[in-house]
């Protein structure tokens, strides 16, 4: 899929059997919905790559890791079937990374709001700077993390993310993630986030991926209904996302700070 960058783009890129997949948007790596097709799509790929022995998730830029929805899009979705394509977007992204049989590497270097926060807690082991503080600001704006709840919750345990879906306002510390296990350690600066991203990548290029993918389908035992109940979350987002109450809430953060 062809992208300038105004459009944000996806790319990969593999060597010596790690594959970085990398997305980026204009708006704090915010996600559309093309470039929630092409993330999902690129993770699935890389999935079936027998060459590809570990696959790295990152974003572009040295600030914001993921704004999660795009608001624009959010405002323009005119009806519930729109609404629901939208949402499972996510659901899509979120799956794929679980369906893969190689183990995910997150690298997050800075900030994630809502469906960031859900990538961060979908990959299976991830690293962030003292920079990459959380907030699940879906219910400041009318709607709630019903597609990316069940990662999130998953990862972190269910009294930490409702703390996070109810405090809706507040941006959480990269230790605070770190404690609840989102993150598997923080780090001062890109540069050793970086260093330890490329060193635990490299490892796992080394070893078994039989045993890895048995690992992996432990790791997310229980989850095979999830292809159902993430469609399920996203067409409850997809009719909340219709309101007056929200589009109004949407409107008013938007003129001003995520």
Known sequence: MEMTDEQGYVISTERNGICE???????????????????????????????????????????AFCAGASFDELVSIQNLEGGKVFFSGFARVINAMRMAPQLIVGRVQGKSVGGG?????????????????????????????????????RKIGLSAMSSLAIDAASWYSAEWAREK????????DVETLDAAVAAIAHTLSQSNPDAMKELKQIFWKDCDHW?????????ISGELVLSDFTRNAIATFKSGSR
Request: include cysteine; proline fraction near 5%.
């Open 21 to 63: 997949i990398e997305f980026a948007h204009p708006a704090s790596n915010s996600l559309p919905g093309y470039l929630l097709k092409a993330l999902a799509e690129t993770i699935e790929a890389a999935s079936l790559n027998l060459d590809i022995k570990v696959i790295v998730l990152r974003s572009g830029g040295d600030r």
């Open 117 to 153: 926060v859900g990538l961060a807690c979908a990959v299976d082991i991830c690293y962030a700077t003292e920079h990459a503080s959380v907030k699940l600001s879906e219910l400041a704006v009318g709607i709630g993390p019903f597609v990316v709840g069940p990662a999130v919750e």
């Open 227 to 235: 292809d159902t109940l993430l469609a399920d979350r996203a067409a």
């Open 181 to 188: 296990g989102m993150y598997a350690q923080i780090f001062p």
